[in-house]
Every structure is written in C-alpha cells, then in structure tokens.
C-alpha cells in the first residue's frame, strides 16, 4: 500500500523532529529550528509534507511557498537552506511525498517547484546541474588539520598565522561583525544580502559551543560558532558555522577585501576546522558552490577538497517554466554589473528586502 500524504499538523512538531534526528540523511535544513526561523524573518507560508504507512510516521518533505516580485509564486524545498527535499523510509515513500507535493504546486498555480535534494528522489523529474558540494573528513587532532591541507593552501594559511600573527576569536557577541563583513563580500560579487534579524534568529534557535562536554556530535540540536579574525585588533573576516550531528558547516562568511593578501580566508577556514576538532566533529562540509563561480569552486578544491554534484530536480506546473532565479541568468547581468558599484548603505537594506524574493 502506498503511503499517505498529508499536510503536517505542526501539534506533531515532537514527531517530525523525532523522524528528522533518526533519519541517517537528514540536514540542518529538515529540522524544524531552520522552519522557525526563515519563517519569522520572512514570513514565508509552510507546506511541510508528511507520509504514513499503517499509522506510522514514514516521510517528510519540508517546503515553503515564495511570493516572489522577481519570479511569481514557487515552492522551495527549503528556502535559504543548500540541501532539502524528501525524507523517507523507502523509495515509496519518496515518490508519494513527491508526487503529492506536485500535486500542490499545481493546485497553487506554482511558476515551479524547486527540490534541494543531495541525491535525485524522482527518476520524473528534471535535474539540475548547476551545483555541487564540497565534504570532506576532519583528522582527530586539530593539530593535524594544517596537514591536511595542499601545500599552497597550508603555506598560506602558516603565513597567516606566523608572519602576519593573525588571530581567530570565537564570540557570539561579534555576531554583527561577521554579518558587516558578509555584506561586503556579497556587495563585491554582486549577491544580495541576507538581513542581519535573519542571523540572529538562526543564532538565537541554535546552541552556543563552547567545549567538548558540550557534545554537539551526539546531540541533534543544531550548534553554531561565530568566528571572526582579527589583524593587529581589527577584524577582517568572519563566519558563521553550523554544528548537526558530527557535521561543521561554515555557512555565511565575509572578507574585508583590503587585507587578502594576508590570507584571512585560509585562516579563517583552518581555524574553523581546527575548532570543529576539539568539538569532537568528524565532517567538514563546506557547501554548495555553482560550478561556474571560479572563484568559490576552485578556493575550496585547493583547500583539498573534491566536489560531489549536487542532484536537484525541479517540477514544472501546466504553465509555469523552468527556473531562472540563479546568478547565471544572463538576464540579471546588468543588475549584477551595478549592484558590486553601489555604495553599502544601499545594498545592505535593498538586499534584506530583495532576499524575501530570492530564495537562496
């Protein structure tokens, strides 16, 4: 018998996240911590998904509907989050959570409907190639993660931290500062910006780490670490990561452009993960990146990790289309070429504003 889908009753929250930390596949973006807060920043409808096999709790599919003035109304599977789509016990129950959710995009009158899955879960449905992820293991020492590195990349990260005496803090009360310099960054490569209530809700829903006995491998409340780096006291990088299950993602970063030849990006990342060591993580996953930014794809390959493709698939409705809202639309090339020129004042609130249409 083919599972049941139903819309997920939000009293059954303790159920849905019992499911997500049992399932071996689950992300960050399954838990409800990643719903809660995308959905009080932006205030994006929910249409999370569950299926049942003989009264049993067998899937989820969490999504959300996007009012967007830039590309009309889709479904995302997650919003502002790198990896999505279903969660399953078999491949029944994926194809019924699928096929229900096409269901809805029709109903709803979607433009598409857009999955963020690591692997494809419909052999129906288009895949997208534009992606791929970068993960990797972490040795059990922290003094051996500067090994790990390609030579280029561990020279300049040595540099970094011997000639240059660069330092790393860890400080959630720097939270601001590693936002000022994200915005900066996505000002330079022509991206919009997330709002700063955006990072302080994520902030604010996970657990501060600060020791081993905080455990976060063992736990399935998500961490976080704010980090920035300092030179001669002044901070000119920063990041915020994620910590779920024995995971460490570095998931919004920012350089101040001026200091680059400092190396603070190669610092920044050794110290994250020799933190991430001593927190007792064993995976360094440092997400997704499109294969046509140079930039982000080759800096994570010669930190000596290889990319994975990433197997997105899209639904299209009876008169929808494909998705276009990706950088690589030559469409938005111009907004692009004067979005990197405009001053900070401007691109910090037109990108926070922007953003609830541009799911990520």
Known sequence: MSPRVIDHDERLDTLWEEYVARHPEATLFHTLMWRDAVREVYDHPCRYLTAWQDERLAGVLPLMLIESRLAGRILVSV???????????????HEALLNHAAALADRLRCRWMDIRSMEARSPALPIVDRYVTFRRALPGRADQVLATLPRKARAAARQARERHELEAVFDDGQLETVWSL??????RVASVNYPLRFFRQLVDRTAPVSSREDDPPRSHRPGHLV??????????????????????????????????????????????MERGVELGCRLFDF????????????????????????????????????????????????????????PLAVTRPLGAWLSKSIPG
Request: proline share 7%; charged share 25%; glycine share 10%.
């Open 182 to 187: 994200y915005t900066q960054s996505m000002r």
């Open 79 to 93: 919003p502002y989050g790198v990896y999505g789509g279903s969660l399953a016990d078999n491949e029944a129950g």
């Open 287 to 342: 997400g997704r990146s499109r294969e046509s930014n140079a930039g982000a794809y080759n800096f994570k390959r010669f930190q000596g990790f290889e990319p994975t493709p990433l197997r997105y698939q899209y639904y299209v409705p009876p008169g929808g289309r494909a998705p276009d809202l990706h950088p690589d639309n030559r469409k938005l090339e111009m907004a692009q070429r004067l979005w990197s020129r405009l």
């Open 227 to 272: 980090q920035i780096v300092r030179f001669r006291g002044k901070a000119i990088a920063g990041l915020l990561s994620f910590i779920y299950r024995d995971t460490l993602m570095p998931y919004f970063a920012g350089c101040d452009e001026r200091f680059e030849k400092l190396h603070p990006n190669n610092f920044l990342y050794l110290t994250a």
